[in-house]
């Protein structure tokens, strides 16, 4: 049998307390590597267009919502048109490029005929938001259109309505669905009390996104139908409708220097704040940056 060297056992001990000696990684130096951050391949530093979304209650309800509000806010009053346009000035520093509003986009036609009467002169701004923002502001901008986005869910749902027993609805998660009921009555009656940039302000905050989201889940949701998933199927038909509003807010961006203000409904937000924030087309701006004056 061949014998090792003399030094063979020195260098196989060096070895042994080499790696005795070297020491092992901390957990918080581990923990550090696994999250290194992905590269990127997504161009998160390139310039992107910039979209700003003011959820809003609706000025003149036209009470096509489930919950229906108790409580009214003159809009046209004195008071609240000192409100309003202190509104339009705060908006107007985001220097929007073009301005979308909830109007279904087929009615595009009519929309511009309301608009170009309201520039002319040849008409008086009625209560609704569309109006006394939308149309206020661009034309403060000097814009010459605003955008409808809105639309409706793809016909495939519709028919599912019909199988909805709405007794059935009412008693389900009779609990939770009081509960929300409670909370909508409550931002319904703190729009009286607040001036219009304090609640609007207040309504677009992630902490009533996430609350308003979770109305998604109960009620409606589980209503089982005859393969047990007819609610979840009617909530995507909520979900298919905001995609497609998204979609039409891509149709409007046509490089990365547009700065888009929407103006829709706060029930809208949930969806629309995470497909645009998640979006490697957008940099969302918080509306509530620009939300920091009052009309008093």
């Known amino acids: 049998m061949k014998r090792l060297p003399r030094l063979a056992p020195l260098l196989m001990v060096g070895t042994l307390l080499a790696c005795a000696s070297t020491p092992s990684p901390k957990p918080a130096e581990a923990a550090a590597r696994s999250e290194e951050a992905p590269p990127d391949l997504?161009?998160?530093?390139?310039?992107?267009?910039?979209?700003?979304?003011?959820?809003?209650?609706?000025?003149?309800?036209?009470?096509?919502?489930?919950?229906r509000p108790e409580h009214a806010v003159d809009v046209l009053s004195p008071e609240r048109q000192r409100e309003v346009e202190a509104l339009v000035d705060a908006l107007a520093k985001f220097q929007p490029t073009r301005i979308a509003v909830e109007m279904k986009a087929h009615k595009q036609a009519v929309l511009d005929a309301r608009y170009q009467d309201y520039v002319a002169g040849?008409?008086?701004?009625?209560?609704?938001?569309?109006?006394?923002?939308?149309?206020?502001?661009?034309?403060?901008?000097?814009?010459?259109?605003?955008?409808?986005?809105?639309?409706?869910?793809?016909?495939?749902?519709?028919?599912l309505f019909d199988n909805v027993d709405e007794k059935q609805v009412a008693s389900l998660d009779a609990r939770w669905q009081e509960r929300f009921k409670s909370l909508y009555a409550h931002y319904d009656?703190?729009?009286?009390?607040?001036?219009?940039?304090?609640?609007?302000?207040?309504?677009?905050?992630?902490?009533?996104?996430?609350?308003?989201?979770?109305s998604y889940s109960i009620g409606l949701f589980k209503v089982d139908g005859e393969d047990g998933y007819l609610g979840a199927d009617l909530r995507a038909a909520w979900y298919d409708r905001n995609l497609r509003?998204?979609?039409n807010l891509q149709r409007l961006t046509s490089s990365p220097e547009e700065r888009i203000l929407l103006i829709i409904g706060a029930g809208h937000l949930p969806i629309l704040h995470f497909v645009a924030g998640t979006s490697p087309e957008y940099e969302v701006v918080d509306v509530r940056d620009y939300l920091r004056g009052d009309a008093h």
């Open 245 to 247: 509003i998204f979609r």
């Open 42 to 67: 997504l161009g998160a530093n390139e310039p992107k267009a910039r979209l700003m979304m003011l959820g809003t209650f609706h000025f003149k309800d036209a009470g096509k919502d489930r919950y």
């Open 189 to 214: 009656a703190l729009k009286t009390r607040q001036s219009l940039m304090e609640h609007l302000r207040y309504m677009n905050s992630p902490e009533l996104r996430r609350q308003g989201h979770g």
């Open 122 to 159: 040849r008409a008086e701004l009625t209560a609704n938001e569309i109006d006394q923002v939308g149309f206020r502001l661009a034309k403060k901008l000097g814009h010459a259109k605003v955008y409808a986005i809105d639309a409706d869910p793809h016909p495939m749902f519709f028919p």
